[in-house]
């Protein structure tokens, strides 16, 4: 079975650019969550989706950043226009329903913003 | 106050030794508990879940549940320097929803 898939694994952007990760989840697992990993602490869900729809993006900063899941397979976040302070590790999971199941993270992308 | 609380360490044992990793969580309706390890420029992978009260054995690792005192913790027994990592705490908040949270993790070295 293949794993989680995501691209790119590094990217470096100036402040105020644009950047878009890529996930690809586990087939037939029917939610996926996008995390974000600061140096030194714990992961923070961004959004969930169940299928093609969210869950829960409370913690996701719209102003910002954004994402879809439009088949309700791979999935795309973006963040536009990127701070400083948004360098970190974007990880995707994916699990086959709901928060209960075991989580299987994908590699991350690892964010420099400079 | 955050949801789940970890003890950042570093955490130091010798090998062979029993490694206790601890966590506490604020929502006394949640019901899911998950232990995590994460290898330096790695992704999380699970150890072990935990739903009910007592304790549960999966090989060298031990999962501990207290529901009533609000903590769940992590035994590794015969500690070995492939151990050292960090171990995140993972829990299901029922009261925002079912949001799945983790704590800061606990840096674990496991001293040859």
């Known amino acids: 079975e293949a794993g989680v898939a995501q691209s790119p694994r590094y990217k470096i952007i100036e402040k105020r650019q644009s950047v878009a990760f890529w996930c690809n989840p586990i087939?037939?697992?029917?939610t996926l969550y996008w995390y974000q990993q600061i140096l030194?602490?714990?992961?923070?869900?961004?959004?969930?989706?169940?299928?093609?729809?969210?869950?829960?993006?409370?913690?996701?900063?719209?102003?910002?950043?954004?994402?879809?899941?439009?088949k309700g397979v791979d999935s795309t976040l973006k963040i536009q226009p990127a701070k400083l302070?948004?360098?970190?590790?974007?990880?995707?999971?994916?699990?086959r329903?709901?928060?209960?199941?075991?989580?299987?993270?994908?590699?991350?992308?690892?964010l420099t913003v400079l | 106050q955050k949801e789940v609380e970890q003890n950042s360490g570093p955490l130091s044992v010798p090998e062979g030794a029993i490694a206790s990793l601890n966590c506490t969580?604020?929502?006394?309706?949640?019901?899911?508990?998950?232990?995590?390890?994460?290898?330096?420029?790695?992704?999380?992978?699970l150890i072990m879940f935990i739903y009910s009260n007592g304790d549960k054995e999966d090989?060298?690792?031990?999962?501990?549940?207290?529901?009533?005192s609000?903590?769940?913790?992590?035994?590794?027994?015969?500690?070995?320097?492939?151990?050292s990592a960090t171990y995140l705490c993972a829990v299901v908040v029922s009261r925002t929803g079912n949001q799945f949270y983790f704590g800061t993790g606990t840096s674990l070295t496991v001293i040859p």
Do not use: M
């Open chain 1, 27 to 30: 087939s037939g697992h029917a």
């Open chain 1, 40 to 70: 030194g602490q714990g992961p923070k869900l961004l959004i969930q989706f169940q299928n093609n729809g969210v869950v829960d993006d409370s913690q996701l900063p719209k102003d910002r950043f954004s994402a879809e899941r439009l």
């Open chain 1, 85 to 95: 302070e948004d360098s970190a590790v974007y990880l995707c999971a994916s699990s």
């Open chain 1, 97 to 110: 329903s709901g928060t209960v199941n075991e989580q299987f993270f994908g590699p991350g992308t690892r």
């Open chain 2, 25 to 45: 969580y604020s929502d006394r309706g949640s019901q899911s508990f998950f232990w995590y390890r994460q290898y330096s420029g790695k992704s999380p992978e």
């Open chain 2, 59 to 68: 090989g060298r690792f031990t999962a501990q549940l207290n529901k009533a």
């Open chain 2, 70 to 83: 609000q903590y769940v913790s992590l035994l590794i027994r015969d500690s070995q320097p492939s151990d």
